[in-house]
Nanobody
Framework: VQLQAYGGGLVQVGGSLRLSCAVSGSISSMNIMGWYRQAPGSEREPVAMLSNLGSTNYVESVKGRFTISRDNAKNTLYLQMNNLKPEDTAVYYC????????WGQGTLVTVSS
């Protein structure tokens, strides 16, 4: 399974971005998919998770602003990020789990004030 994340970039405070993660296999067979992020000098942290049953979990700091979703037909995972803040600046990684963990390369999101 290969994951390729894209969609990062430079955005101003209050702006929006949508990250995408293209998966080489069927995402409907994945137990869990999600997004992590790692800010400079910080550990990688989970941001949003989506189970194969459709349940979602978000880190408290992004609740109400970020939305995780997937398109099974396109085998793509998304992260819609609205009302971005400088503290959202990080490298974002997509993640999938099915009998083991799979990671995509990161995509950099920079929020300027």
């Amino acid at each position: 399974v290969q994951l390729q994340a894209y969609g990062g970039g430079l955005v101003q405070v209050g702006g929006s971005l949508r990250l995408s993660c293209a998966v080489s296999g069927s995402i409907s067979s994945m137990n869990i998919m999600g997004w992590y992020r790692q800010a400079p000098g910080s550990e990688r942290e989970p941001v949003a998770m989506l189970s194969n049953l459709g349940s979602t979990n978000y880190v408290e700091s992004v609740k109400g602003r970020f939305t995780i979703s997937r398109d099974n037909a396109k085998n793509t995972l998304y992260l819609q990020m609205n009302n971005l803040k400088p503290e959202d600046t990080a490298v974002y990684y997509c993640y999938a789990f099915k009998r083991g963990a799979f990671w995509g390369q990161g995509t950099l999101v920079t929020v300027s004030s």
